[in-house]
Protein backbone atom coordinates (compact mmCIF):
# COMPACT_ATOMS: atom_id res chain seq x y z
CA UNK A 1 0.00 0.00 0.00
CA UNK A 2 1.29 3.51 -0.96
CA UNK A 3 0.11 5.08 1.69
CA UNK A 4 1.88 4.47 5.42
CA UNK A 5 -0.06 6.19 8.20
CA UNK A 6 -1.22 5.38 11.24
CA UNK A 7 -4.79 3.80 9.26
CA UNK A 8 -5.91 2.58 13.29
CA UNK A 9 -5.49 5.95 14.48
CA UNK A 10 -8.17 6.76 11.50
CA UNK A 11 -10.39 3.83 11.80
CA UNK A 12 -10.84 4.75 15.79
CA UNK A 13 -11.04 8.14 15.22
CA UNK A 14 -13.75 7.60 12.32
CA UNK A 15 -17.84 7.99 13.41
CA UNK A 16 -19.91 4.94 13.16
CA UNK A 17 -20.88 4.02 9.31
CA UNK A 18 -18.20 6.45 7.74
CA UNK A 19 -15.89 3.69 6.59
CA UNK A 20 -17.31 2.01 3.81
CA UNK A 21 -15.83 -1.94 3.77
CA UNK A 22 -16.02 -4.55 1.50
CA UNK A 23 -17.09 -7.80 2.00
CA UNK A 24 -13.90 -10.16 2.31
CA UNK A 25 -15.20 -12.51 -0.26
CA UNK A 26 -15.42 -9.73 -3.33
CA UNK A 27 -12.17 -7.90 -1.84
CA UNK A 28 -10.30 -11.16 -2.23
CA UNK A 29 -11.22 -11.97 -5.84
CA UNK A 30 -10.99 -7.97 -6.48
CA UNK A 31 -7.63 -7.72 -4.54
CA UNK A 32 -6.09 -11.14 -4.97
CA UNK A 33 -2.70 -10.08 -4.08
CA UNK A 34 -4.07 -9.64 -0.24
CA UNK A 35 -2.91 -5.92 0.50
CA UNK A 36 -5.82 -4.63 -1.33
CA UNK A 37 -8.12 -6.87 -0.03
CA UNK A 38 -6.70 -6.67 3.59
CA UNK A 39 -6.86 -2.89 3.62
CA UNK A 40 -10.50 -2.30 2.09
CA UNK A 41 -11.86 -5.03 4.49
CA UNK A 42 -9.96 -3.65 7.84
CA UNK A 43 -9.82 0.06 7.36
CA UNK A 44 -12.28 1.05 4.12
CA UNK A 45 -12.85 4.15 2.57
CA UNK A 46 -14.44 7.09 3.84
CA UNK A 47 -17.88 7.42 3.25
CA UNK A 48 -16.88 11.69 3.86
CA UNK A 49 -20.74 12.82 3.62
CA UNK A 50 -20.73 11.40 0.47
CA UNK A 51 -17.81 12.10 -1.55
CA UNK A 52 -17.36 8.24 -1.97
CA UNK A 53 -20.18 5.93 -2.28
CA UNK A 54 -19.52 1.84 -2.31
CA UNK A 55 -21.54 -0.41 -4.66
CA UNK A 56 -23.88 -1.85 -2.44
CA UNK A 57 -23.54 -5.78 -3.27
CA UNK A 58 -19.92 -5.14 -2.36
CA UNK A 59 -20.17 -3.60 0.76
CA UNK A 60 -19.86 -5.31 4.35
CA UNK A 61 -22.81 -3.08 5.48
CA UNK A 62 -22.75 -1.34 9.09
CA UNK A 63 -25.87 -0.54 10.48
CA UNK A 64 -24.60 3.15 11.50
CA UNK A 65 -23.58 3.68 7.36
CA UNK A 66 -26.55 6.12 5.84
CA UNK A 67 -28.45 4.70 3.53
CA UNK A 68 -27.38 7.26 1.00
CA UNK A 69 -23.68 5.38 1.24
CA UNK A 70 -24.19 2.95 -0.99
CA UNK A 71 -24.83 2.74 -5.51
CA UNK A 72 -27.01 -0.13 -6.75
CA UNK A 73 -25.82 -0.17 -10.71
CA UNK A 74 -23.82 -2.88 -12.41
CA UNK A 75 -20.99 -3.87 -11.25
CA UNK A 76 -19.63 -6.04 -13.91
CA UNK A 77 -15.92 -5.37 -14.65
CA UNK A 78 -15.59 -3.52 -17.92
CA UNK A 79 -12.88 -4.10 -20.74
CA UNK A 80 -11.27 -0.87 -21.81
CA UNK A 81 -7.56 0.23 -23.44
CA UNK A 82 -6.09 0.68 -19.90
CA UNK A 83 -7.34 -2.91 -18.88
CA UNK A 84 -10.08 -4.51 -17.02
CA UNK A 85 -11.63 -2.37 -14.75
CA UNK A 86 -13.90 -3.33 -11.85
CA UNK A 87 -16.35 -0.57 -10.50
CA UNK A 88 -16.32 0.04 -6.51
CA UNK A 89 -18.55 2.85 -6.44
CA UNK A 90 -18.90 6.56 -6.94
CA UNK A 91 -16.95 9.40 -6.60
CA UNK A 92 -18.10 13.23 -6.57
CA UNK A 93 -20.20 11.89 -9.41
CA UNK A 94 -17.91 9.30 -11.44
CA UNK A 95 -17.86 5.77 -11.58
CA UNK A 96 -14.32 4.85 -9.56
CA UNK A 97 -12.58 1.64 -10.77
CA UNK A 98 -9.81 -0.17 -9.65
CA UNK A 99 -7.71 -1.80 -12.30
CA UNK A 100 -7.57 -5.12 -12.29
CA UNK A 101 -4.26 -5.60 -13.30
CA UNK A 102 -2.42 -3.14 -11.17
CA UNK A 103 -4.67 -2.01 -8.61
CA UNK A 104 -4.43 1.34 -9.97
CA UNK A 105 -7.71 3.74 -9.49
CA UNK A 106 -9.14 5.55 -12.38
CA UNK A 107 -12.65 7.43 -12.74
CA UNK A 108 -15.11 7.74 -15.47
CA UNK A 109 -16.69 11.03 -15.25
CA UNK A 110 -19.47 12.15 -17.74
CA UNK A 111 -18.50 15.47 -17.86
CA UNK A 112 -14.84 14.57 -18.66
CA UNK A 113 -13.07 14.80 -21.68
CA UNK A 114 -11.22 11.92 -20.78
CA UNK A 115 -13.21 8.65 -20.32
CA UNK A 116 -11.07 6.19 -18.10
CA UNK A 117 -8.62 8.62 -16.02
CA UNK A 118 -5.92 7.32 -13.82
CA UNK A 119 -6.27 9.03 -10.62
CA UNK A 120 -4.76 7.29 -7.73
CA UNK A 121 -1.69 4.49 -7.44
CA UNK A 122 -4.08 2.36 -5.08
CA UNK A 123 -6.96 2.12 -3.07
CA UNK A 124 -5.08 3.48 -0.04
CA UNK A 125 -4.21 6.48 -1.95
CA UNK A 126 -7.73 6.83 -2.88
CA UNK A 127 -8.86 6.47 0.65
CA UNK A 128 -6.34 8.66 2.35
CA UNK A 129 -7.16 11.90 -0.21
CA UNK A 130 -10.81 10.77 0.48
CA UNK A 131 -10.28 11.56 4.05
CA UNK A 132 -7.93 14.41 4.12
CA UNK A 133 -10.82 16.17 2.42
CA UNK A 134 -13.23 15.39 4.77
CA UNK A 135 -10.97 16.30 7.96
CA UNK A 136 -9.35 19.40 6.44
CA UNK A 137 -12.36 20.82 5.13
CA UNK A 138 -13.81 23.90 7.24
CA UNK A 139 -16.28 23.78 10.04
CA UNK A 140 -19.87 24.38 9.65
CA UNK A 141 -19.75 27.38 12.21
CA UNK A 142 -16.54 28.67 10.31
CA UNK A 143 -16.63 31.25 7.46
CA UNK A 144 -13.74 30.67 5.49
CA UNK A 145 -12.46 32.57 2.65
CA UNK A 146 -10.65 31.91 -0.66
CA UNK A 147 -7.25 31.82 1.30
CA UNK A 148 -8.54 29.65 3.90
CA UNK A 149 -9.39 27.48 0.84
CA UNK A 150 -6.46 27.54 -0.31
CA UNK A 151 -4.57 27.08 2.74
CA UNK A 152 -6.74 24.13 3.06
CA UNK A 153 -5.87 22.50 -0.31
CA UNK A 154 -2.27 23.40 0.22
CA UNK A 155 -2.13 21.30 3.33
CA UNK A 156 -3.88 18.05 1.67
CA UNK A 157 -2.32 18.77 -1.65
CA UNK A 158 1.09 18.26 0.68
CA UNK A 159 0.11 15.44 2.90
CA UNK A 160 -1.09 13.10 -0.37
CA UNK A 161 1.86 14.43 -2.73
CA UNK A 162 4.21 12.86 0.16
CA UNK A 163 2.87 9.32 -0.76
CA UNK A 164 1.12 9.47 -4.32
CA UNK A 165 1.73 12.11 -6.92
CA UNK A 166 -1.08 11.04 -9.38
CA UNK A 167 -4.33 12.60 -7.76
CA UNK A 168 -3.19 15.88 -8.50
CA UNK A 169 -1.81 15.88 -12.09
CA UNK A 170 -5.58 14.53 -12.74
CA UNK A 171 -8.04 16.40 -14.39
CA UNK A 172 -10.68 15.02 -12.14
CA UNK A 173 -9.56 16.13 -8.70
CA UNK A 174 -8.54 19.43 -10.47
CA UNK A 175 -12.31 19.74 -11.44
CA UNK A 176 -13.20 18.73 -7.52
CA UNK A 177 -10.96 21.34 -6.05
CA UNK A 178 -12.40 24.05 -8.47
CA UNK A 179 -15.78 23.37 -6.83
CA UNK A 180 -14.98 21.87 -3.68
CA UNK A 181 -15.32 25.14 -1.50
CA UNK A 182 -19.02 25.14 -3.20
CA UNK A 183 -20.32 21.92 -1.96
Same mark, same amino acid.
Given at each position: ????? &????? #???????? =????????????????????? #???????????????? *???????????A??? *??? @????? /???????????? =????? #???? !?? /????? %???? @???? *?? &?????? #????? $??? $????? &?????? *???????????E?? %???????? /?S?????E?????L????? !?
Amino acid at each position: MLVGI &EWPVV #VERATPGD =LLRFRPDVAARIWPDGDGARF #VTEIGIPFSNGLFRIL *EEFADRDPATPAHAF *ETW @DSAPV /DTPHGRLQPLGS =LFQAT #VYVN !LG /DGTIW %VSDP @DAEI *EY &ELIHGD #VSSLS $YLV $YKFEV &ERPGPD *ERPDPNDWAAVEDI %VREGMERW /DSLPFKSEFWAMFLDTWAT !L
